[in-house]
C-alpha cells in the first residue's frame, strides 16, 4: 500500500466538530455590510422589494380551480413567473410546514405585524413586508372560499373559509393548507416530512369520529394525484417526500398515515412524488416489507436513507439531536433539514482530477460535447467541468513512486475544493423570498433573514463525483505502472491521448486492472483515504451562520462528467460511462451486489453527510421464479444499513426490454427508470441517458 495512504491524516486536517475547527475560510468581503445595531442590510431590503411587487401581481394570475369532482381547491399548476425565480428560492428544500400548520396564513401575517414593533429601521421593514405577502395570501384564499361557495362545493367552501381566518383544525383543512402552499410557492419543490407534518390532524379526526380511513385515503389519494399532475411528466421536478424515521428518543415515528400514503402510492403508477423511506434497525417489517413492494415495480421510485448513519452524521456536524432528526431528502438524494433552512450545492470532478494529474492541469478532451441534460424535450447545453484547469503538478513521466502521482491527485482535488467553496453561499443580493423565509425558525422573531440567521441549519455542501470511477484510474496507475511495471509510463500516457485508438493490448490490460465495487481492499482502500481527505478539506469551510460546509459524494451529472474527462487509465473512453455518485462504474463489478456493498461500506460515509448514494442494479431475470424475491431485497436493504451505508436506491433491470424501447419507443411509453434523483420516462430521456441505463443494466449482476 502507497506511503501516503499509510499515513494518518493530521489532526488538523481531520473533519471535526465545527468548534474546534481550526481554519475557517469564508470571504467576508462579499458579505454586504450593514448598519450598525442593524442585522439586515439596505442591499437585501432593496433585492427583496423589487420581488415582492412582482410576488403579489403573480399571486393574483392563480386560477381560481374549484372542480366539483375534488376535495382540495387550487389549480395543478402555479403560474408562469415573469422572470426566472431561482434568485430567491432554488426550490431544493421544503417551506417550515410544521410553523405554516401551526400559525397558518393568519398567524403568520399577525406574529411578523406585532412584532415589528419591536424594531427599527430595516429589521421593522423586513417583518412589515412579510405582513404585507401573506395578507396578500389571504386574500387569494378568500377568493378560492368565494368560488367554492358559488360552485355549491361546501366542503371546499368552509376548509378555506377557515384558512382565511385561522390555521387549520381538521385533516382536510391541513391538507387543503399543504396544497396552497404548494401553489403558492411558485416552482416545484422539495416537499418532505409530509407523514410527520400531516399525521396529528389525522389522528385528531380520526380519534373524533370526524373522518374514517376510507375517507382519509381519498383525501391522501387526491393530494398525491396533484403532486403527479403538477410533475406535468418532466421528472426532476424535486417534488420529493421522506417517510418515517427516528425521533429525537430513538423511537420510530411511522405512523398510520405513513402507510396510508404508501398504499395510495401502490395503487397508482405515479413518477411524483418521489418516495423516500427512513429506516433503522427500529423499523418494523411491515415498513420494509412496503420498500421491497416498491422496489420491485423496478421504476427506482423508493429510496432508503439509513438512520442510524445519518442522524449521527449530522449530530458530527453540529446539528443537535432534536435538528438532525428531522432530516430529510432534497430534490435528489441529497441529506437536508426539514424545514430548518436552505439548501445548495457545488460539486468537483475527481475523475477530471485524473486527467489534471496526468497533463499538468490541462484537460485532455478530443472533442467538445453539447449535451441535453437528461431528456429529449431540453435543449443541448455545452458540457463543462467544475474546475476546466487544475494546478500545474509534475510532469507524470518525473513521477517515480506511486506516492509522487497519489500526491499529486489529492493536491489536484484540494484545489478545486479550494475554487469552489472560496465564496460564501447566500448573499444580500439574493435573500430568500419572504413567503418561504416566514417559515423558518427564528425569522420572524428575531427578524433576521434566514442565510445569517443562526437558528436555522442551512445545508450547503459540496460534492465528489464519481468516486468509483476514479479509484479505479488510480488502482490502474498503481498495478499496471509502478508495482507490476508492465505498461511504461510514456505508453499509457500515449493511448490515453489517442483514446486507446489501436493501442488495444494496453486497454485490456487498463480494463482488466482492479477495480471499485468487487470487495477488494487494494482499490477500496484507496476510495476510503481520498472520502476522508475530502472530508476535512471541506469542513473547514462555514456558512453565514457560522456552521460547517457540508461533503458528499454524488454526482448529478455523470453522465456529462463521460463526456467532459478523456480517456482514463482505467480503461475507459472518452464517452464511456462513469459510476454514479459512490456507485460502482458500469460493467466493472464481478462479484455481486453483496460485495459491491461490502466495498461502498468501508468508506465512512457518517463524515459525507450531504449524501453518498448507492445506486444498486439488478437484473429482473435473476428473480424470476423465486418464491420469495422480497426476502432478497429485504435482506439487500438491511445489509446495506447494518454494515454502514448511507443512501441505497435498488433498480430492477431489463436489458432486453430497455433496447427494445429505445428501438420502438411506441410501446413503451410508461416504462419508468431510474435517473439519478428521480424516476423518468425511459423513452422521453436523452440518447445518452438512455444508453448510460442501458449500460447499468448490461451489466448489472446478482450472486
Known amino acids: 500500500m502507497s506511503n501516503v495512504l499509510n499515513n494518518k491524516i493530521s489532526h488538523k486536517e481531520k473533519k471535526i466538530l465545527s468548534d474546534n475547527i481550526e481554519v475557517e475560510k469564508i470571504n467576508i468581503n462579499s458579505i454586504s455590510k450593514k448598519v450598525p445595531g442593524e442585522n439586515i442590510s439596505d442591499t437585501l431590503i432593496a433585492s427583496i422589494s423589487t420581488d415582492i411587487e412582482r410576488y403579489i401581481e403573480w399571486l393574483n394570475s392563480i386560477e381560481l380551480s374549484v372542480a366539483k369532482d375534488h376535495l382540495l381547491a387550487g389549480p395543478y399548476l402555479s403560474p408562469e413567473y415573469p422572470v426566472w425565480p431561482r434568485k430567491h428560492d432554488n426550490f431544493h428544500y421544503p417551506l417550515g410546514m410544521k410553523k405554516l400548520l401551526s400559525l397558518g396564513f393568519t398567524g403568520i401575517k399577525d406574529l411578523a405585524l406585532k412584532n415589528a414593533d419591536k424594531y427599527k429601521n430595516n429589521q421593522k421593514q423586513y417583518l412589515l413586508l412579510i405582513s404585507k405577502v401573506y395578507k396578500e395570501t389571504i386574500k387569494v384564499i378568500d377568493k378560492f372560499a368565494l368560488a367554492a361557495r358559488d360552485n355549491d362545493q361546501s366542503n371546499i367552501f368552509h376548509a378555506c373559509n377557515a384558512l382565511s381566518q385561522k390555521p387549520p383544525g381538521t385533516f382536510l383543512e391541513a391538507c387543503q393548507l399543504y396544497w396552497f402552499a404548494t401553489i403558492f410557492r411558485i416552482g416545484t419543490s422539495t416537499v418532505g416530512r409530509i407523514d410527520q407534518h400531516l399525521y396529528p390532524y389525522y389522528k385528531s379526526d380520526m380519534g373524533k369520529g370526524v373522518i374514517d380511513k376510507v375517507a382519509a385515503k381519498k383525501v391522501v389519494s387526491e393530494l398525491l394525484y396533484r403532486f403527479e399532475e403538477r410533475g406535468a411528466g418532466k421528472g426532476d421536478t424535486l417534488q420529493n417526500i421522506t417517510l418515517g424515521g427516528l425521533n429525537a428518543k430513538g423511537k420510530d415515528t411511522t405512523n398510520p398515515l405513513t402507510y396510508l400514503i404508501l398504499e395510495a402510492f401502490l395503487e397508482n403508477k405515479y413518477i411524483e412524488p418521489k418516495i423516500n423511506i427512513r429506516i433503522s434497525k427500529e423499523t418494523s417489517q411491515q415498513l420494509l416489507d412496503y420498500v421491497a413492494d416498491l422496489q420491485m415495480r423496478g421504476s ?51 475523475v477530471k482530477a485524473i486527467e489534471h494529474t496526468l497533463f499538468q492541469g490541462e484537460e485532455n478532451v478530443p472533442v467538445k460535447k453539447r449535451l441535453q441534460y437528461y431528456s429529449d424535450y431540453q435543449d443541448c447545453v455545452d458540457v463543462e467541468p467544475p474546475v476546466e484547469k487544475g494546478l500545474k503538478t509534475p510532469g507524470f513521466l518525473t513521477m517515480n513512486t506511486f506516492d509522487d502521482f497519489y500526491r499529486a491527485y489529492l493536491s489536484q482535488l484540494e484545489y478545486q475544493v479550494d475554487t469552489m467553496l472560496k465564496d460564501p453561499f447566500g448573499n444580500d443580493d439574493d435573500p430568500m423570498r419572504l413567503f418561504t423565509a416566514a417559515t423558518m425558525p427564528g425569522v420572524l422573531e428575531e427578524a433576521i433573514e434566514p442565510y445569517t440567521n443562526s437558528q436555522c441549519y442551512h445545508t450547503y455542501g459540496l460534492f465528489i463525483g464519481s468516486l468509483g470511477t476514479a479509484v479505479n484510474s488510480l488502482a490502474a496507475v498503481k498495478s499496471l505502472i509502478y508495482e507490476k511495471k508492465i505498461i511504461q509510463k510514456e505508453e499509457l500516457l500515449s493511448a490515453i491521448r489517442d483514446n486507446f485508438e489501436n493501442k488495444s493490448i494496453i486497454h485490456q490490460l487498463c480494463k482488466k486492472a482492479p477495480k471499485f465495487g468487487n470487495d477488494d481492499d487494494y482499490v477500496d482502500t484507496i476510495a476510503v483515504d481520498i472520502a476522508t481527505r475530502f472530508a476535512s478539506w471541506v469542513s473547514k469551510y462555514k456558512d453565514r451562520t457560522g456552521k460547517p460546509i457540508l461533503p458528499g459524494l454524488y454526482n448529478h451529472l455523470f453522465h456529462h462528467t463521460a463526456y467532459r474527462v478523456g480517456a482514463t487509465p482505467d480503461g475507459r473512453k472518452f464517452g464511456d460511462p462513469v459510476g454514479e455518485h459512490l456507485s460502482p462504474s458500469p460493467g466493472t463489478t464481478k462479484k455481486g451486489p453483496t460485495a459491491i456493498i461490502n466495498s461502498v461500506c468501508k468508506v465512512n460515509t457518517k463524515e459525507q453527510i450531504f449524501g453518498s448514494t448507492l445506486h444498486l442494479n439488478i437484473p429482473k431475470v435473476s428473480i424470476q421464479g423465486i418464491e420469495k424475491p422480497y426476502d432478497i431485497l429485504n435482506t439487500l436493504n438491511k445489509a446495506f444499513c447494518y454494515k454502514g451505508g448511507c443512501v441505497l436506491n435498488v433498480s430492477m433491470l431489463d436489458v432486453e426490454q430497455l433496447l427494445e424501447a429505445q428501438n420502438h419507443p411506441e410501446k413503451y411509453r410508461d416504462l419508468v427508470v431510474r435517473v439519478w434523483g428521480f424516476s423518468y420516462y425511459f423513452t422521453r430521456l436523452s440518447k445518452e441517458m438512455q444508453d448510460h441505463v442501458i449500460s447499468r443494466a448490461e451489466n448489472a449482476c446478482m450472486d
Open 300 to 350: 427506482g421510485i423508493c429510496t432508503v436513507f439509513n438512520d442510524d448513519v445519518i442522524i449521527d452524521g449530522l449530530l458530527g456536524y453540529n446539528r443537535p439531536i432534536e435538528i438532525a432528526t428531522e432530516y430529510c431528502a432534497d430534490g435528489c438524494t441529497e441529506i437536508i433539514l426539514d424545514g430548518m433552512g436552505a439548501t445548495w450545492f457545488r460539486y468537483i470532478d475527481c
